[in-house]
């Protein structure tokens, strides 16, 4: 996989999605593949390292799925490339990966590759060496080009890898916000533990970042919605931006965060119960982020200011 210069370790993402969620990998963009394999059968085999002698380089596999098809013997291998930035010779690679892999494992093998990189290009699944007189090879993958994909086309799925790559879709800047709402409008529908919501969350986090600016305009997009989803929304940013504060974030971002999400309980109070004083506002504003969140899961069973006045005092 081809790394740029942003520091972002694209192959460790990449790995870690498609390993938790490869069957759904699968089922999003390959339906018709998805439902030949059997995925009970599944495990991932551990890095290959392939020396290119020819300039001295070693190239790592991305990813090496083995599992089988539905009522047949033996086993297939699902090559999985990730390229997060533009390469000439790449068809190429994508071929002599797949010979070195043959030549080791002797079993069919479904290769396939994922174009994460923004810009547009026209990516060949084909590579071929043929002759005026004969056509001695040629050489088929599968690809995925994010860029091409439309983002609005995957908002109402409850896949989890749609979610995640919605950060790497065809949206415009001005979109970024509203992408981001959407991918939050999903989470909430999926019944996801901790562990893949953080996983997910850190995916999508790390390919679309908000501004101050926009992360205020998502807050007050966020406020507009049903105290409920609010709530789950709510929850879900929580979980994620204690996770950073744990593994030792900046306090003066973790305080941004707070305050952020402050602003979000506040709003859903007063959708709640109505005006709120001075006072309460300012005792709302001082909690700490576990606090925020545990307000904003009790306040949807709350009737009256009496209620929220009681909760503040424990």
Request: no cysteine; glycine share 6%.
């Amino acid at each position: 996989m081809g790394n740029n210069n942003t520091g972002i370790d694209h192959d460790r993402l990449f790995k870690e999605l498609l390993e938790t969620f490869f069957e759904e990998f699968m089922e999003l963009f390959f339906p018709e593949i998805h439902q030949q394999i059997d995925f009970n059968d599944l495990h991932f085999n551990k890095q290959e390292i392939f020396t290119d002698v020819t300039v001295g380089e070693k190239h790592f596999i991305d990813l090496l799925a083995e599992t089988k098809l539905k009522g047949e013997e033996g086993i297939i291998l699902v090559h999985v490339e990730s390229q997060a930035q533009y390469q000439a010779n790449f068809a190429e690679r994508m071929f002599i990966y797949f010979s070195r892999l043959y030549q080791k494992y002797r079993s069919r093998i479904l290769p396939i590759a994922i174009f994460s990189y923004d810009q547009i290009k026209d990516e060949p699944d084909n590579f071929n060496i043929k002759f005026p007189f004969l056509y001695v090879l040629d050489f088929n993958f599968h690809i995925v080009e994010l860029k091409k994909k439309p983002w609005q086309e995957y908002i109402k799925s409850d896949n989890p890898v749609a979610a995640a790559l919605l950060s790497k879709m065809g949206y415009r800047k001005e979109e970024k916000v509203k992408v981001k709402l959407e991918y939050l409008r999903m989470l909430t529908r999926m019944e996801l533990d901790p562990a893949r919501m953080v996983l997910l969350t850190g995916f999508f986090e790390t390919y679309l970042k908000l501004n101050k600016e926009e992360e205020k305009t998502l807050e007050e997009s966020i406020g507009k919605l049903s105290p409920k989803e609010a709530e789950k929304m709510l929850e879900i940013t929580t979980s994620w931006h204690e996770k950073g504060r744990i593994e030792g974030r900046r306090e003066g971002r973790q305080e941004g965060r707070q305050e952020g999400q402050a602003e979000l309980v506040l709003r859903l109070i007063s959708k709640k119960i109505g005006f709120l004083s001075g006072e309460i506002t300012e005792k709302v504003r001082s909690l700490d982020i576990d606090s925020l969140n545990d307000l904003g899961e009790a306040v949807l069973d709350f009737t009256s200011m009496n209620e929220l006045e009681k909760w503040l005092k424990t």
